[in-house]
């Protein structure tokens, strides 16, 4: 069992910033794609930013690029997401999943490639 647990959730006013952190249970995530996904009420769960477990390679949603960054720890069991400029339309529930059989350089965008989920965090930014 892997257990991930999300934290840095809370509400900013629109132009703030928040952190984001995903610690997992198990060190095999350091060999595993990670991500966050988002899902506002009444809408999908969207993919948000990944990154894969060989090298730097990472992936974001077009929405985020330039204000959003995702990134790993030295020890290989705690993902960040590091949003800038946060806007109202970024409120949602933060999710962290990990794709355990992921290959080396790839991220994949839907959540049903992903084996283990947190239990989100809230994100509200206000305007």
């Known amino acids: 069992q892997v257990q991930l647990v999300e934290s840095g959730g809370g509400l900013v006013q629109a132009g703030g910033s928040l952190r984001l952190s995903c610690v997992s249970s198990?060190?095999?995530?350091?060999?595993?794609?990670m991500a966050w996904f988002r899902q506002a009420p009444g809408k999908e769960r969207d993919f948000v930013a990944g990154i894969a477990w060989g090298g730097r390679n990472t992936a974001y949603a077009d929405s985020v690029k330039g204000r959003f960054t995702i990134s790993r720890d030295s020890a290989k069991n705690t993902v960040y997401l590091q949003m800038d400029s946060l806007e109202p339309e970024d409120t949602a529930v933060y999710y962290c999943a990990a794709d355990v059989d992921a290959a080396i350089f790839v991220v994949l965008r839907t959540p049903s490639s992903y084996d283990y989920w947190g239990q989100g965090t809230q994100v509200t930014v206000s305007s």
């Open positions: 198990d060190r095999t995530t350091g060999r595993s794609a």
